[in-house]
Nanobody, 126 residues
Framework: QVQLVESGGGLVHAGGSLRLSCAAS????????LTWFRQAPGKEREFVAA????????VYADAARGRFVISRDMDKMLVYLQMNNLNPEDTAVYYC???????????????????WGQGTQVTVSS
C-alpha cells in the first residue's frame, strides 16, 4: 500500500529555517506528483510546492516562491521541503500528498489528491 510519512516539523522563531521530509513507499512513483500542502486552524488546506517524480520541475505557490525549496533524494524515495525566512503566517500542519493516477501536470487543489501523510506541525513564533 502507498504510504507517505512526514517528519521534521517543530517550533522556530521568525526568520529561522526548517527542513521537512516526506518518505514515500508502496508503489513506483514515476509520473506521480509528490506535493506539499499546509493547513492552519480554521483555514482551507493550501498548496505549497510540488514536483512530478522523479525529474519534474518544481512548482511553487506564490507564498512559498523565493523562500521554500522542494527537492528529492531518488535513492531514498524522500521529498524535502526546505523552508527559509519563516514567519508566523507559515504556522500550519504540513502534509505530503500524491494522486491515485498519473498526471501530466501539478494539481493545486487538495481535492485532487488521494494519498496523504499524517502531517507534521510547524510553529513559527514572533
Amino acid at each position: 500500500q502507498v504510504q507517505l510519512v512526514e517528519s521534521g516539523g517543530g517550533l522556530v522563531h521568525a526568520g529561522g529555517s526548517l527542513r521537512l521530509s516526506c518518505a514515500a513507499s508502496g508503489r513506483a512513483f514515476g509520473g506521480f506528483p509528490l506535493t506539499w500542502f499546509r493547513q492552519a486552524p480554521g483555514k482551507e488546506r493550501e498548496f505549497v510546492a510540488a514536483l512530478i517524480w522523479p525529474n519534474g520541475n518544481p512548482v511553487y505557490a506564490d507564498a512559498a516562491r523565493g523562500r521554500f525549496v522542494i527537492s528529492r533524494d531518488m535513492d531514498k524515495m524522500l521529498v524535502y521541503l526546505q523552508m527559509n525566512n519563516l514567519n508566523p503566517e507559515d504556522t500550519a500542519v504540513y502534509y505530503c500528498a500524491s494522486t491515485q493516477s498519473r498526471t501530466s501536470w501539478i494539481f493545486k487543489a487538495s481535492t485532487e489528491y488521494y494519498y496523504w501523510g499524517q502531517g507534521t506541525q510547524v510553529t513559527v513564533s514572533s
